[in-house]
């Protein structure tokens, strides 16, 4: 499929993608390996086209969440080391051990429920340790048990890793220096009852940028991959450092076509619950999306989409699938226009940010719950 044949769609800048890779190549250098983290379809850019660019690019690995989207790169053809972050039911782990992905324990039960695959000999797997964010994670206490099972079932203990908890949530880093610390003793500690991880992991986009320190032998790009700051907090303390430079650039734009258009006279209501009344005469034109294709309904009264190089407010709310714009200012819009929800044209733009303030949220919600049937068009 393509857009002329689809009422809304993705497109994704392979340019930017590319570019964005190239930041983090330079930012943690040659001698570490670059992950691509492609999980929940790529931030919502697209599993497969985000990781063929990314991998075409310099990306070394890739991260996903579930074993399903390991597999599903594999059936295309990916022998790039896949590491599988999230839990792998029972009766999926011959399957994910078969394809050679990297499997997270990140308990003890997770450690016993591989060890005793009949294939586990010399699978990867990778520690998850808890250090503050108490998500998911093993304590440091439960790690030499968990070595002995995998390792006694002739598992590899190829990696260990933890999550930051507030690292882009501040510019107070106290909290994420114990991390840090922490981290370190257990490293420490593995190293004293013989165990010497060679890839030790902790750094996502802001900690790649903000500490040199947490790159190890393999960085996360999460969020910057698809060209966007984890947060405001996250730039302000790379200013502070002289380090918000980087270059990245946003790589989705989201697209709608006008459905159709009718002129309302001043007084009129528009949409559920009569929350906007026209004052003027006004073209109003309806859109085939909503908040059942991601378009958050707090954007209702708020959002600006782009007609034709010109900023078009939504009026009324944000129903299921419909979307209502005003484009009386825009001269000559017809129905089949595109409309950019997302992105930019001309000299306008809107971006995941601008959407995130207006729902009250993050721009990682945004871009990873963009129209998720839709189709994802890669563009230069």
């Known amino acids: 499929m393509d857009a002329r044949t689809a009422n809304t769609w993705i497109e994704v800048s392979a340019g930017a993608v590319a570019n964005n890779v190239a930041v983090f190549r330079e930012m943690v250098g040659s001698d570490r390996a670059l992950m691509a983290v ?3 379809n790529a931030y919502g850019h697209g599993l497969h086209e985000v990781a063929g660019i990314a991998l075409r690019s310099g990306a070394d690995w890739l991260g996903v969440f579930w074993v399903e989207e390991g597999l599903a790169l594999r059936k295309r053809g990916v022998d790039a080391p896949i590491l599988v972050f999230g839990p792998v039911p029972e009766d999926t782990l011959d399957r994910a051990i078969a394809a050679g992905l990297r499997l997270t324990a990140a308990s003890p039960k997770a450690a016993t429920s591989i060890a005793a695959r009949p294939a586990v000999r010399g699978a990867r ?6 250090t503050g964010t108490n998500r998911q994670g093993m304590l440091a206490g439960e790690l030499p048990a968990a070595i002995r099972v995998l390792q006694g079932a002739g598992v590899v203990i190829e990696g260990v890793y933890t999550h930051f908890a507030d690292i882009e949530d501040t510019t107070e880093h106290v909290f994420a220096e114990k991390q840090k610390a922490r981290f370190g003793e257990v490293l420490d500690e593995l190293r004293s009852i013989g165990v010497d991880v060679p890839m030790p992991h902790t750094a996502c986009t802001a900690a790649a940028i903000l500490f040199p320190e947490t790159h190890h032998t393999l960085v996360r790009a999460g969020i ?8 405001k907090e996250t730039n302000v303390s790379a200013n502070a450092l002289g380090r918000n430079r980087i270059g990245l650039r946003p790589a989705m734009t989201w697209k709608t076509r006008i459905a159709q258009i009718k002129c309302v006279v001043a007084g009129d209501y528009v949409g559920y619950g009569r929350t906007f009344r026209t004052t003027r005469s006004t073209l109003l034109a309806v859109l085939p ?3 059942a294709d991601g378009y958050d309904r707090g954007l209702s009264n708020a959002a600006r989409t782009i007609v034709r190089g010109v900023r078009a407010p939504v009026v009324g709310r944000v129903c299921m699938n419909m979307t209502m714009i005003d484009v009386s200012d825009v001269p000559g819009a017809a129905e089949g226009d595109e409309v950019v929800l997302l992105g930019s044209q001309g000299d306008e733009s809107v971006t995941a940010e601008d959407l995130a303030r207006l729902a009250g949220t993050i721009n990682y919600e945004i871009v990873t719950r963009a129209a998720p049937g839709a189709p994802r068009i890669v563009v230069p």
């Open 38 to 40: 492609v999980k929940s």
């Open 125 to 130: 797997v990778h520690l998850k340790v808890e």
């Open 224 to 231: 910057g991959l698809y060209g966007l700051w984890p947060s």
């Open 289 to 291: 999306v909503g908040y």
